[in-house]
C-alpha cells in the first residue's frame, strides 16, 4: 500500500472531530472488509510490517479482542499491553511510556483509558497513529461506527431516521460518539433515561430527551441500550436495579406495544434484567451480536484509512492487493 495521506488524518480521538463525508468513508471502507472475516483463511496483507501497540489502560473484552483480530487479519504485527502489565504501576507516566514504545519504531497506538482526553493528550505528542478505543466519559469512537455500519445494514440510510439511546447517558462515552456520529448523518436522535443519569443541557447538542421508556419507544425507529455503568457512580443514581428495569428497562411487552418494528442494539457488556431483558437480547428484534461482527471490519476500516489507503481502493485491498 503506497503512503498516503490518510483521509481521516493522523488519529482518530472522536467524531465530534470528522464531518459526514469522513464517517460515510470509514463506513463504505467496512463494507469490502466484511467478506475477509468470513473466509477459511482471514488474513490479507494490508498492512505487513506495520507494528501496532494495543495499549489498555481499563479493561476491556470486545474492544480489545475485536481491535487485536482486526490488525492480524490485516496481516500487523501487534503488541498487547495492560496497565497492570506495564511500567505505569511503576509509576511510569504515559508519555514516557508511549515515547518508549516509539523508540521501539512503532507505527500506530489503540489506546483505551480512564482518563478523558488521554487519547488527544498522547496523539499530540508521538508521530505515530493513535487511535481512541474509549477514554473516560469522552467518546468511543469505533464503538459508535460499528453501531452506524449495523444500523445501515438494517435500515440503508440513516437520515431522517429516528434513534433514541436508552440508559446511562451521564457516563457513557458511546453515547457522546453515538450522538456525534447520528446528527452528523443526518438522523434525528433523543435520549432517555432517569433524570439523574442524563446530563444537564444535552438538548444543545441538537437531542431530544424523553423521560418515559414508553415515549421513546413510541417515537423510535432504533434503540440503542446501554448498561448501567456501576463502576462510574458512587452512589443515589438510581434507587435499585430492580426499580431501574421497572421504569426504564427495554422489556418484550414495552417493544410489542410499539407502533412500528423496532432494531434494538446495545454496545455490550449487557446486565440482563437491567436495562434489556434476556428475551430482547436474544429475540428477533436484537442486532447485538452483528454488531460485534461489524466491530472487526470497522476497525479494520480505520487501520487500513489511517496508514493510508483509500476508500475507493479498499475492494483491492480485500482481495489481497495492497490497495
Given at each position: 500500500m503506497t503512503r498516503e495521506p490518510s483521509p481521516l488524518g493522523k488519529d482518530l480521538i472522536g467524531l465530534e472531530e470528522l464531518t459526514g463525508e469522513q464517517i460515510l468513508s470509514i463506513l463504505d471502507t467496512a463494507e469490502p472488509f466484511k467478506e475477509i472475516s468470513e473466509r477459511r483463511?482471514?488474513?490479507?496483507?494490508?498492512?505487513?510490517?506495520?507494528?501496532?501497540?494495543?495499549?489498555?489502560?481499563?479493561?476491556s473484552t470486545r474492544t480489545r479482542i475485536s481491535f487485536e483480530f482486526a490488525e492480524k487479519r490485516l496481516s500487523a504485527d501487534t503488541v498487547n499491553i495492560s496497565a497492570s502489565g506495564s511500567s505505569v504501576v511503576k509509576g511510569e507516566t504515559l508519555v514516557d511510556t508511549a515515547r518508549n514504545l516509539e523508540a521501539m519504531r512503532i507505527d500506530m497506538v489503540?489506546?483505551?483509558?480512564?482518563?478523558?482526553?488521554?487519547a488527544r493528550f498522547l496523539a499530540?505528542?508521538?508521530?505515530?497513529?493513535?487511535i481512541n478505543a474509549g477514554d473516560g466519559a469522552h467518546e468511543h469512537p469505533t464503538q459508535a461506527l460499528l453501531d452506524l455500519l449495523t444500523i445501515?445494514?438494517?435500515?440503508?440510510?440513516?437520515?431522517?431516521?429516528k434513534v433514541c439511546i436508552v440508559g446511562d447517558?451521564?457516563?457513557?462515552?458511546?453515547?457522546?460518539?453515538n450522538i456525534f456520529g447520528l446528527l452528523r448523518l443526518g438522523a434525528e436522535v433523543g435520549v432517555c433515561g432517569p433524570m439523574t443519569l442524563v446530563p444537564a443541557g444535552i438538548e444543545a447538542l441538537g437531542v431530544r430527551v424523553f423521560r418515559r421508556i414508553e415515549e421513546a419507544i413510541e417515537w423510535a425507529e432504533v434503540l440503542n441500550v446501554l448498561r448501567?455503568?456501576?463502576?462510574r457512580m458512587q452512589g443515589g443514581f438510581v434507587p435499585s436495579l430492580r426499580?431501574?428495569?421497572?421504569?426504564?428497562?427495554?422489556?418484550?411487552?414495552r417493544l410489542e406495544a410499539a407502533p412500528r418494528d423496532l432494531l434494538v442494539l446495545h454496545p455490550g457488556p449487557m446486565n440482563r434484567g437491567v436495562e434489556i431483558d434476556?428475551?430482547?437480547?436474544?429475540?428477533?428484534?436484537?442486532?447485538?451480536l452483528q454488531q460485534v461482527t461489524n466491530g472487526v471490519a470497522v476497525r479494520m476500516a480505520v487501520l487500513y484509512l489511517l496508514a493510508g489507503g483509500a476508500p475507493e481502493r479498499a475492494e483491492a485491498a480485500k482481495k489481497g492487493g495492497m490497495g
Open positions: 483463511i482471514k488474513k490479507v496483507p494490508v498492512l505487513r510490517g506495520k507494528t501496532i501497540v494495543n495499549l489498555f489502560m481499563e479493561p489503540v489506546i483505551r483509558h480512564g482518563s478523558s482526553g488521554a499530540d505528542r508521538i508521530p505515530s497513529n493513535v445501515r445494514d438494517h435500515r440503508h440510510e440513516l437520515e431522517g431516521l447517558i451521564l457516563h457513557s462515552r458511546v453515547a457522546r460518539s448501567l455503568q456501576l463502576e426499580e431501574y428495569n421497572r421504569f426504564f428497562g427495554v422489556t418484550m411487552p434476556s428475551d430482547v437480547a436474544d429475540g428477533p428484534h436484537s442486532v447485538i
